[in-house]
């Protein structure tokens, strides 16, 4: 008894001191999800780390696009969902009630499963976010969408047709358009909600590239239910199972040797 | 580090603002439909102390300009009950008919060319509908049945019975069309063919919607008002025949409320009607949602 | 065997009568309408004020007032509708006063249209001074169309993909600026078509202008908004009901139903066209 208190204590020490070395720059406490009278999301507590790539991973239906959907709080347009515990972004939590939604989704960017650009030209997408930021000077609109188009990989490929429709762009290239189109507003975090399940692995493999170089500037969150994709790029990985949060660390760690079993089953592909 | 993210006190409040704004927009259906019960019983009701209620629902005669003057809408309600019964038994066989033929029988590409065909029947303004039948069915029906007069009941209900279809058959192709492929499946797998599943499986798991196009379409029919003004002859009498001419509540509004004074007796009593004609229109849409409310829960 | 296929045959054969009778019965009026009134249709029809009593000449003011009549009740809707449909798809939640909004635009859809020319004789006519009038006569037509372009619009707000919603929030747009600078602008269309019905439905109405805008016969064009008109439908009743001459009225009754008809039906047919083209052409 007496030893196993002394060494929890030791634990807690040991994180607090791991938490000051760490930058963490997100930070999901003890948070709960329901959609309507399902608990997609139990009991979760996790940290992403700032400039690190931190993938969630899971077989589908486990809550993971719930999960990450709540860091921007998009969870909040689907009526009947209700949230329970915090998340702190950069200490403060996103979920009190003085908190500014818009505000926080300018500061955490997301890409979707499925690209979405606007019907618009391949301008207007990347501009819409500056216009709704209240940039009008045209020049620095300019510049921002050549600079955000060159980060997205994407500039070389469109430059000489920012007027044409989005539309008629290829699936990857609708995909980095999305991924411009958030940088644009300059957010701190992105998420990527799933951001190649449907491209064709060419692309795929472009977007992947993509987001090793991104987390110089950001800190980055992607649900996948590629086991392979998490492994390649991401730095942290979460393991979520029927909205549980089963296991939690470092990309090799978790990849090689895993704490659970049920997590070696998932990896190893026995089931999902 | 980071931006303040807390309390945008200015955005929040001018979110608020246009939500609020557009709130009451969308109140302004029902304010109108409250003005509309608001108005009929403000200038209806007032004829009540003049006649009481059983004098005016029973009283077999309207003779609005007599001295003393007969409030008795009886030969006014049923003669609106008369023709819209009769415009029933004509649009209910023909527009549950062409709704099956639509969804079930026809070709696709006729398809496209017959649903639109039956909206565009219920775009003919009824004042047209009126006009046709003075001009061409009234002759008709006189001839035909070798009547002193073509304007009566029959002309009204043969006219009301088609301007009925096309609410009848849009839908109820609708309910037939939406009958769990399922279901049919099933059908065909016990041996059935086509003409016995529509019949014995498909047209009976839409009969909820089916019975909501039918009560919609009486509520067209009831509330219809120039063309039975036109052509269902005008007597207010109590109609006994589909050969005689009846006059309808809404025909009796229409007719004589361009000749009453404001505030008469008569005004009053023409208003009294129309809260009849509502009250009247009111359960029938009433009825209808209940019944679709119905028909969805038992389909899930 | 051989009877059951026989009953089909019969079965499916009575259900195609059925909707061949239909579609006659459609052909029918149209035909009488277009072969009799396209006889007295001319340039000076369409062009000319009646004369003699109504029994020549033309009938363009009642084209007019059926224009302003239709114009005026389509100002008023349009808005009002919008931003109901906007309140209904985009703002509210599910809930008692929703369930409440709707039944209010059901039944007002289910209204017989002698009633709302009564509300708009007690209401506008009356109670706000308006007079007979271009005015009273739109705003009742107006709250008449209204659950159409309710309808019509919160169809067309629906088809808008969620997905553009939430790219436009995760942008940190406002829920303001998101339905104004990216769901409108893909709605607009849709709307408009579904606004087209209205207005088609709005210029073949009779009964609730009866009371409130209408004249069988005036001297000068309306001038203003609180001018009494004459209107196509009203136009074509009265020739039919009123007058002294049937022998010179009825073909010119025929000549206005023509035109009604196809002011109506054309109006809606465009409507019908440009949605299955806009259908089609749409990508998301």
Redesign the interface.
């Known amino acids: 008894m007496v030893i196993e208190i002394q060494n929890s204590k030791f634990k807690i020490k040991n994180e607090k001191e791991e938490k000051i070395e760490k930058d963490i720059r997100i930070s999901i406490r003890d948070l709960n999800i329901w959609y309507a009278n399902t608990r997609a999301v139990k009991d979760v507590s996790l940290d992403i780390e700032k400039n690190k790539v931190t993938a969630i991973i899971g077989p589908s239906g486990c809550g993971k696009s719930t999960l990450i959907r709540a860091v921007n709080r998009m969870n909040d347009i689907i009526p009947g969902v209700k949230v329970k515990g915090e998340i702190l972004l950069d200490g403060e939590n996103i979920y009190d009630e003085d908190v500014d939604v818009v505000t926080i989704r300018r500061m955490v960017g997301m890409v979707f499963q499925r690209s979405n650009p606007f019907p618009k030209s391949i301008f207007e997408n990347v501009a819409y976010g500056l216009k709704i930021n209240g940039f009008l000077r045209k020049k620095e609109i300019a510049e921002r969408i050549e600079q955000s188009l060159k980060d997205a990989a994407l500039w070389d490929e469109v430059k000489d047709r920012l007027g044409d429709s989005a539309l008629d762009l290829s699936g990857g290239q609708q995909q980095r358009l999305c991924i411009a189109r958030a940088l644009a507003v300059e957010p701190e975090v992105v998420l990527f909600d799933e951001p190649c399940s449907a491209l064709d692995p060419v692309a795929t493999a472009r977007i992947e590239e993509l987001i090793q170089e991104l987390k110089e500037k950001y800190t980055i969150v992607i649900v996948t239910h590629n086991m392979q994709q998490a492994a390649r790029i991401s730095d942290f990985c979460a393991f979520l199972m029927l909205g549980e949060l089963i296991e939690f660390d470092k990309t090799d760690k978790i990849f090689t040797t895993p704490s659970k079993k049920v997590t070696e089953d998932y990896i190893t592909g026995r089931f999902g | 580090?980071?931006?303040?993210?807390?309390?945008?006190m200015k955005?929040?409040r001018?979110?608020n603002l246009?939500?609020r704004?557009?709130?009451l927009?969308?109140?302004?259906?029902?304010v109108?439909?409250l003005?509309?019960v608001i108005?009929?019983f403000?200038?209806g009701l007032p004829i009540f102390k003049v006649i009481s209620f059983g004098k005016f629902f029973f009283g077999k005669f309207w003779y609005p300009v007599y001295e003393p003057p007969d409030f008795g809408i009886l030969p006014l309600l049923l003669g609106s009950l008369w023709v819209t019964a009769g415009a029933l038994i004509i649009a209910v066989?023909?527009?549950v008919?062409?709704a099956?033929?639509?969804s079930?029988?026809?070709h696709p590409k006729i398809k496209g060319f017959?649903k639109?065909?039956?909206?565009?029947?219920a775009?003919?303004?009824?004042?047209?509908?009126?006009?046709?039948g003075?001009?061409?069915v009234a002759p008709l029906v006189q001839e035909f049945f070798g009547l002193p007069v073509g304007l009566n009941a029959l002309t009204a209900a043969i006219l009301l019975g088609?301007m009925a279809?096309p609410t009848i058959?849009s839908i109820s192709e609708d309910a037939i069309s939406s009958v769990p492929k399922s279901f049919k499946e099933a059908s065909y797998a016990l041996g059935a063919?086509?003409?016995?599943t529509?019949?014995k499986v498909t047209v009976p798991s839409a009969a909820g919607g089916i019975s909501t196009a039918i009560i919609?379409g009486m509520?067209r029919a009831?509330?219809?008002?120039?063309t039975v003004?036109?052509v269902a002859g005008g007597a207010a009498v109590i109609p006994r025949s589909f050969f005689q001419p009846v006059r309808t509540m809404?025909a009796t509004?229409?007719a004589e409320?361009?000749e009453t004074v404001?505030g008469s007796e008569h005004f009053h009593a023409?208003?009294a009607i129309?809260l009849v004609?509502?009250a009247l229109?009111?359960s029938?849409?009433?009825g209808a949602?209940v019944l679709t409310q119905k028909f969805r829960k038992r389909l899930r | 065997m051989d009877i059951r296929k026989t009953k089909e045959f019969i079965g499916f054969g009575v259900l195609k009568l059925a909707a061949v009778i239909v579609l006659l019965a459609l052909f029918t009026i149209l035909y009488f309408v277009a072969v009799r009134g396209i006889k007295v249709i001319n340039w000076e029809f369409l062009t000319q004020m009646p004369r003699s009593g109504m029994t020549a000449g033309g009938i363009l003011p009642a084209i007019l007032g059926t224009f302003y009549l239709t114009i005026c009740a389509i100002c008023f809707a349009l808005p009002l509708g919008v931003a109901a449909a906007i309140y209904l798809t985009e703002y509210a939640k599910q809930g008692r006063l929703v369930r409440i909004i709707r039944i209010g635009i059901n039944n007002l859809a289910g209204v017989p249209s002698v009633v709302f020319g009564l509300f708009g004789l007690a209401v506008f006519v009356k109670f706000c001074g308006f007079g007979i009038s271009i005015l009273s006569g739109g705003l009742t037509l107006g709250i008449l169309i209204l659950p159409t372009i309710i309808r019509a619009s919160e169809e067309a707000l629906m088809v808008v993909p969620r997905s553009f919603r939430e790219a436009s929030l995760a942008l940190g747009a406002t829920k303001w600026q998101t339905i104004s600078k990216v769901v409108l602008p893909n709605a607009v269309s849709g709307m408009l078509t579904g606004s087209i019905l209205g207005i088609g439905r709005a210029a073949g109405e009779t009964a609730p202008i009866l009371f409130t805008a209408v004249t069988f016969y005036s001297v000068r064009l309306p001038r203003s908004v609180f001018s009494e008109v004459q209107a196509l439908p009203y136009h074509i009743y009265a020739l039919m009901t009123e007058g002294t001459h049937p022998e010179a009225q009825i073909p010119i009754a025929y000549g206005a139903a023509l035109v009604l008809v196809s002011l109506v039906l054309g109006i809606d047919l465009i409507a019908i066209i440009i949605r299955n083209r806009f259908r089609r052409r749409k990508k998301w």
């Open positions: 580090m980071g931006k303040p993210i807390r309390c945008f955005r929040t001018k979110e246009i939500r704004l557009f709130c927009f969308s109140l302004f259906s029902i109108f439909l003005g509309i108005v009929l403000k200038e066989p023909l527009g008919a062409s099956v033929y639509i079930e029988v026809a017959i639109p065909a039956i909206e565009l029947l775009g003919v303004p009824s004042v047209v509908y009126g006009f046709f003075m001009v061409v088609v279809i058959t063919n086509r003409w016995e529509t019949v919609l509520g009831i509330g219809e008002t120039m003004l036109m809404t509004i229409a409320m361009g404001v023409l208003f129309a004609l509502f229109t009111l029938l849409n009433i949602d």
